[in-house]
């Protein structure tokens, strides 16, 4: 997720988190089938496979899959179907307070848990939750994590790893003992075993990388079974952090720079950078997510209500009309990475001291682009490939949480209209906007002034603006930033 300046089952046993005593899954179904591994030696950076583009989710274990609509039917491709996935993640939606690890006022982001209801809503394989620091501090965030979990009526476990990030360099004591596996926690043991049980598995990071930095550390050979690393981290080189004219920052890299460090220069395990160029595109209405909570589904109504002290933050902030679900774009990678623009690219980075970058500072980065040639090659993820596609996106994070998505009362698109009924309109070859595009509320979501429900005027309009490669993108109509622009004509936008 990226993070904004604000003014000044369980299957296993239960573990103690400090007075809180939380549940914790620290194993499989029934008995630990071996003891939790112990840390090996560190990770050279081996011969792996090669850098890979595709993903593709699960097929369903009998746990919880909402009715998914025919425009985005999970798509089953050979053994990416089956790949298992574990999810690193600060999943803190539900509380109230305590982001960056505790040391901020403001309400945590919400994005991780809709990332889940999205990938268990496809059929992808979750093995496992393990929960770092980063939006708060890990302990709470096992609460908020177990709870998403159980409404969603998962079997997974929840196992917390990460208290702190890593030390900006590897320590040891005067004597020259090396204190590379003080790291080692619970969630990294769980890694290290699922990796073994597994034979291989995609780790999904949309929190810190602390975790998975400290499994490639210190279990080796399980880290050399990992398929592939797909994490929320990164942008282009010339990509302002900025939404709706709020400064935001790249919040899983600032939060731990040496844990991706570690990943890209120590490890060659394939990594895809899902960037900020498409997490912060294809944002889902405020009003849209405020209205899930008196929904009358017992899901939508838990996502409504835990989200509601983000949402009203981002009200109080002035935020903008429309909030993106950053961390859902990696989950969707896995469902449909054919609706998304990827490309081989190389990094650079520039680290520094964990949690300290502000919104608008630019001494601490990780860029991906295939102008970068000195580094080796991973996968860069920088847009969706159509209006259609984005749509798509959009319909999928409602409809997973219980949500309406755009209603049953949609019609199959076909390659001559767009999808639209006298009721809604999705962005297709056509225009993006049409007087009909309106939602089944008490007035039109969009209408000829593509307006919102609100008090405060219309949610989209002339003056609206993306980030793109550029700068700031200004248009009446609305255009998805693409690779490489966009083009124009008297219908909308479409991508070049």
């Given at each position: 997720?990226w ?14 988190a ?22 090996t ?34 798509q ?10 574990l ?11 305590g982001?960056?690890n ?14 889940l ?5 496809h ?48 320590q ?76 935001l920052?790249d ?16 490890t060659?395990?394939?990594?895809t950078a ?11 209405p ?9 929904s ?14 983000r949402?009203?933050?981002l ?63 991973v996968t ?8 259609e ?12 949480v ?30 993006l ?18 307006s ?19 700068g ?11 690779e ?6 008297e ?5 070049e």
């Amino acid at each position: 997720m990226w993070k904004m300046v604000r003014p000044t089952k369980r299957r296993a046993s239960t573990i103690a988190a400090g007075a809180l005593a939380c549940t914790v899954a620290v194993g499989v179904a029934g008995s630990m089938p071996h003891a939790l591994a112990e840390p090996t030696s560190p990770l050279a950076p081996e011969s792996s496979p090669s850098v890979q583009n595709d993903g593709w989710g699960a097929p369903d274990r009998g746990r919880y899959v909402p009715s998914v609509p025919p425009s985005v039917e999970p798509q089953h491709r050979g053994d990416r179907q089956r790949e298992p996935v574990l999810f690193s993640t600060d999943m803190s939606m539900g509380l109230t307070t305590g982001s960056r690890n505790g040391m901020s006022t403001s309400v945590p982001d919400i994005d991780d848990s809709y990332a889940l209801a999205l990938a268990l809503a496809h059929g992808v394989d979750v093995r496992g939750v393990v929960v770092t620091m980063g939006n708060s501090m890990a302990t709470p965030t096992v609460v908020t994590a177990q709870a998403t979990v159980d409404a969603l009526g998962a079997d997974i476990p929840v196992v917390q790893g990460a208290e702190v990030w890593l030390p900006v360099e590897a320590q040891q004591t005067t004597g020259g003992a090396d204190l590379t596996g003080t790291c080692v926690n619970d969630g990294v043991r769980f890694m290290a075993d699922q990796l073994r049980e597994t034979g291989g598995l995609t780790i999904l990071a949309i929190g810190p990388l602390t975790d998975v930095a400290c499994l490639t550390m210190n279990f080796p050979e399980e880290a050399s079974l990992i398929s592939r690393i797909v994490a929320l981290v990164g942008s282009k080189p010339t990509t302002v952090f900025e939404i709706f004219g709020t400064p935001l920052v790249d919040f899983n890299y600032i939060m731990d720079p040496r844990a991706e460090q570690i990943l890209l220069d120590e490890t060659n395990i394939p990594f895809t950078a899902i960037t900020f160029d498409l997490s912060s595109l294809a944002p889902i209405p405020i009003p849209e997510l405020e209205r899930l909570a008196t929904s009358t589904d017992p899901l939508a109504r838990f996502y409504g209500e835990s989200s509601m002290p983000r949402l009203e933050m981002l009200k109080e902030i002035d935020f903008g009309p429309a909030y993106p679900i950053f961390d859902a774009a990696a989950a969707w990678h896995l469902i449909r990475p054919q609706d998304q623009v990827c490309q081989q690219a190389g990094y650079r980075l520039k680290t520094g001291s964990p949690a300290t970058a502000e919104a608008g500072e630019t001494d601490i980065y990780d860029w991906f682009s295939p102008e970068i040639t000195e580094t080796r090659q991973v996968t860069s993820c920088t847009a969706f490939t159509s209006r259609e596609a984005a749509g798509r996106y959009q319909h999928a994070i409602l409809q997973a949480v219980g949500g309406d998505g755009w209603t049953d009362r949609d019609v199959l698109l076909n390659e001559e209209e767009p999808l639209r009924t006298d009721e809604w309109s999705a962005p297709t070859t056509g225009p993006l906007r049409t007087d009909e595009w309106s939602a089944p509320t008490t007035g039109p979501l969009w209408t000829d002034e593509w307006s919102a429900p609100t008090d405060t005027g219309p949610l989209w309009t002339e003056d609206w603006a993306l980030p793109t490669e550029e700068g700031l993108q200004q248009t009446e109509e609305w255009a998805l930033p693409t690779e490489e622009g966009a083009t124009w004509d008297e219908e909308g936008v479409v991508p070049e």
